[in-house]
């Protein structure tokens, strides 16, 4: 079953983009400030190309803090959250047939009740509210947004580790999973890949492993060095979505970050596309220069601005994972 609803790709044009903004000094430690700065970066960069950015902050400190770093135009909205992962914790906008827009919102448990913190069950909800958005209230399962990709046709791609993990619905098979998420989002057709990076707390979200780019059109990392700890499951993706029909663009891996019992799941595929720029996080790596140009070409009708992330990955995640997009209704 398909809802008369359906998320669309994330080129599509947006009303507006939710970042989060870090608050918690002892989730972020002494990366806080450093983590603060580069979020801001970005919010910065895709308001100064004229596009709308609602920057959630959760408190008087964080509020302050975000104001000295952020363009003026730059909207800053006051909610309650645990952590800034909004690409998991808010809602997913969808549009109907007829253009018109509503949000969906799921059950959310910590990423497999590995990091439950107060009031992240709560800001999809509060997001909701304050975007004036159509409710279509909370799905009867566990999905973060991170965890899947669509390009907009009806096609999804996600990974069995995240999505078929007994941490998040183990009551629920493949099939039915394909089913809901037909129901819930609009799907008719999913692309399993397999797992997702190597130390990611979030069990293999796609958004740091595969990223539409067009209409049947994939990008996905592969491996420059040979210390590459994911370079099986980069070329597993890669071979999968082939054999699913897409057309694959390799974009060069980051590397390893970070130390061999302690890997870091550093992404390019992390990048957000916005009206007008594609910010892509950077980390110091020596492929930097060359991934920001390979995503260049993958979208000619947008600037492309590389932003340093590593502060922001210290926390597990990056842009894309922080910001929750909200497509313009038609």
Known sequence: ????????????????????????????????????????????????????????????????????????????????????????????VLLDRNGQRAARRFRFNGWGDKYVLEHDTEVAASLVGAGGLADLGQADWVLEGGAVDGDGTGLVVTTEQCLLNANRNPHLTREQIADRLGRDLGFDRVLWLGNGLLGDHTDGHVDNLARFVGPDHVAIPVAVEEDDPNAATYDDAATRAEAFGLKVSRIPSPGLMGEDDDVEPASYMNFVIANKVVVVPVYGSPQDEAAVIAIADLFPGRDIVGLMADAVLTGGGSFHCCSQHVPAAC
């Open 1 to 92: 079953m398909t809802s008369t609803y359906q998320m669309p790709p994330e080129w599509a044009e947006q009303e507006w983009i939710w970042i989060g903004f870090p608050a918690a000094a002892d989730l972020w430690l002494e990366d806080l400030e450093p983590a603060q700065e580069q979020v801001a970066a970005f919010a910065n960069a895709i308001a100064e190309s004229g596009q709308q950015v609602r920057l959630v902050v959760r408190d008087g400190a964080s509020e302050a803090a975000a104001r000295a770093l952020c363009h003026p135009s730059v909207l800053l909205e006051r909610h309650a959250y645990g952590d800034i992962w909004l690409r998991d914790t808010g809602p997913l």
